[in-house]
């Protein structure tokens, strides 16, 4: 095991060494972001650590610790238990190595071998985003991914230009960026540029005729913001929330050749795509099913997370959310779970949270009196919320505003 760990396999497999750095890096910078938050890390720290701004040698030699990524032993520890369950490591026993060879060079080299010895039946391990409790852990394996990506090889992406690099504006770590940053480059042999932390106008310098732009609805829409405009023939993908008719018009006006908005979830992969705003959505080529009963390649019946409207030649619209959960940014955030964490973290009689753009906004409720502790209560909580789940505008007033009727209205 020893041998094999250290001469991984030639065969490339499922993901090559240069998007397994990628993967890493993301897993662990994830994991600083989370220390940030939680008064850990410093915002200086984190920024002399980050991964992302070292070159691939460089950020092969990095030393998975305290000295240069502001991991102490406990925390390195937690990074290996995330890496583990991602890969799934634990199934040829390769975890126990990330405890003794340090570098992220080595890392890439053990998940590596890792891969190829798992082949087909490898495991990935994603997560929703947990941005209120406990993320839940999604697990795939390589087999279905790679049926998911061929049909889309297959499908819309038939008349991708060879050559074509794909530009990726989204993290390689969630299912989203996994599929089209990761696992469709490999198997199209393109190259990936990884704009995940840069700002959205990167991609207009970096874009070429016939690329691959990847970004979330949010992403697009900052890159009408930042006001640049891409070269002909550019595909885009819009997938880890709603796409809405802004979000169309922003690729207009960016000059995308072609939008794909891809329909999905953690659970279910990509179920269905379309490429104009109007349109129903088509499922993808290796979806089997009629109506509401759909499986993945012969696999178990998926779990679909919205109501789904069916017409007669087998092409859908979604209805909505059967949850209360909203995306902002390409982030799932649960706004029942939140606002119960909210309530009871400031003292609020009551808290109503919605949608207002990109962005959430909160009403708090309480008494006059109570609203100077209310307020020093949100200060104090608002810094420990993942940003998604942070309002952009919140309002105070003694009660929730309500219709006549008493159901909740805008404010």
Do not use: C
């Amino acid at each position: 095991m020893v041998q094999a760990a250290e001469a991984p396999a030639p065969d490339p497999g499922l993901i090559g060494p240069a998007n397994l750095r990628r993967l890493l890096a993301a897993l662990i910078e994830a994991h600083q972001d989370h220390l940030v938050r939680a008064g850990r890390l410093s915002e200086a720290q984190l920024l002399s650590a980050r991964l992302a701004t070292r070159g691939p040698e460089a950020a092969g030699e990095i030393v998975i610790g305290e000295a240069d990524l502001g991991l102490d032993s406990l925390e390195r520890l937690n990074v290996i238990m995330a890496v583990d369950r991602y890969f799934d490591l634990r199934a040829t026993g390769v975890e126990d190595y990330l405890v003794v060879r340090r570098r992220l060079a080595d890392w890439v080299e053990l998940v590596h071998w890792h891969l190829a010895q798992m082949g087909k039946t490898a495991r990935i391990g994603f997560a929703t985003s947990g941005s209120t409790g406990a993320p839940k852990a999604i697990v795939h394996d390589a087999a279905t991914l790679v049926s998911e990506i061929n049909a889309l090889i297959d499908g819309p992406l038939a008349a991708l230009a060879p050559g074509a690099q794909v530009l990726a504006l989204v993290p390689p770590h969630h299912i989203y960026g996994f599929l089209w940053t990761v696992l469709l480059p490999e198997r199209l042999g393109a190259e990936v540029i990884d704009l995940s932390k840069s700002t959205p106008a990167a991609a207009f310098r970096a874009a070429r005729p016939g690329d691959l732009v990847v970004a979330t609805p949010f992403g697009w829409s900052q890159m009408a913001e930042a006001g640049g405009h891409l070269p002909d023939g550019v595909t885009g993908v819009s997938s880890g929330g709603p796409t809405t008719e802004e979000t169309w018009a922003a690729a207009r006006r960016i000059g995308l050749t072609r939008l794909i908005e891809v329909y999905g979830s953690s659970e279910t992969g990509g179920i269905g795509w379309r490429d104009s705003a109007d349109a129903p959505y088509r499922l993808i080529g290796d979806i089997r099913g009629d109506g509401p009963a759909l499986s993945r390649a012969g696999g178990p019946a998926l779990d679909i997370p919205d109501v789904l409207d069916w017409d007669d030649r087998g092409r859908f619209r979604v209805l909505g959310r059967r949850d209360t959960v909203v995306q902002v940014a390409g982030t799932n955030v649960n706004l029942g779970a939140l606002r119960r964490r909210m309530i009871a973290e400031t003292g609020a009689e009551d808290v109503a949270l919605r949608l207002s753009g990109d962005r959430l906004k909160a009403f708090f409720a309480a008494t006059e009196a109570a609203q100077p502790a209310v307020r020093g209560a949100v200060g104090a909580l608002l810094p420990r919320l993942a940003t998604p789940e942070r309002p952009a505008a919140i309002t105070y007033g003694p009660a929730l505003p309500r219709s006549a009727t008493g159901k909740l209205t805008d404010w």
